[in-house]
T-cell receptor, first 113, second 113 residues
Framework: EAGVAQSPRYKIIEKRQSVAFWCNPISGHATLYWYQQILGQGPKLLIQFQNNGVVDDSQLPKDRFSAERLKGVDSTLKIQPAKLEDSAVYLC???????????FGPGTRLTVL | GQQLNQSPQSMFIQEGEDVSMNCTSSSIFNTWLWYKQDPGEGPVLLIALYKAGELTSNGRLTAQFGITRKDSFLNISASIPSDVGIYFCAGQLEIQGAQKLVFGQGTRLTINP
């Protein structure tokens, strides 16, 4: 079974630029999460989708971050405009209906200069 | 919000030694999870604990769900080089019908051969 795919793996941008990350979940997984992991810290939840609907986006900085999962499969996370403090690894995780386990992708490492 | 205090932050041990790390919180969690993260990868689930007082083993790993539901520990016996990495505890709770994971800050394990 293929795992969670994320791209790009690395991205370097200047502050005030825009950036987008893509996640392809494990086939059939209805629940999808985006996490931000700052260096030296644990992952912090940004947004949770159930199929194509948002379940929890209470920790998403909505003035600059947005996410969508239009067809309930792939998801994109966008930052516009980026700030220096957005430098982090952005992790996508998905969960199936019956399993109580989140499977994480390898993440996208964002560096904002 | 919910916070987990994970300790120690880092450990330097000799190959073959046993390792112990723990997480505490002021919040009650329904499930405790332990993950391992290798460089450039997402976290991978090691052990899941679903009941207060539960003691679960996975090979050389043993974890316990505290009676108060506010803490958990992970032990690794007879460490080997591939145990190197960052270990995260995570507490899971239900908020407004959604399962939410809160991660600790991580314990970085380094092993001297």
């Amino acid at each position: 079974e293929a795992g969670v795919a994320q791209s790009p793996r690395y991205k370097i941008i200047e502050k005030r630029q825009s950036v987008a990350f893509w996640c392809n979940p494990i086939s059939g997984h209805a629940t999808l999460y985006w996490y931000q992991q700052i260096l030296g810290q644990g992952p912090k939840l940004l947004i949770q989708f159930q199929n194509n609907g948002v379940v929890d986006d209470s920790q998403l900085p909505k003035d600059r971050f947005s996410a969508e999962r239009l067809k309930g499969v792939d998801s994109t996370l966008k930052i516009q405009p980026a700030k220096l403090e957005d430098s982090a690894v952005y992790l996508c995780a998905t969960e199936g209906e019956s399993a109580n386990e989140q499977f994480f992708g390898p993440g996208t490492r964002l560096t904002v200069l | 919000g919910q916070q987990l205090n994970q300790s120690p932050q880092s450990m330097f041990i000799q190959e073959g030694e046993d390792v112990s790390m723990n997480c505490t919180s002021s919040s009650i969690f329904n499930t405790w999870l332990w993950y391992k993260q290798d460089p450039g990868e997402g976290p991978v689930l090691l052990i899941a604990l679903y009941k207060a007082g539960e003691l679960t083993s996975n090979g050389r790993l043993t974890a316990q769900f505290g009676i108060t539901r506010k803490d958990s520990f992970l032990n690794i016996s007879a460490s080997i080089p591939s145990d190197v990495g960052i270990y995260f505890c995570a507490g899971q709770l239900e908020i407004q019908g959604a399962q939410k994971l809160v991660f600790g800050q991580g314990t970085r394990l380094t092993i001297n051969p």
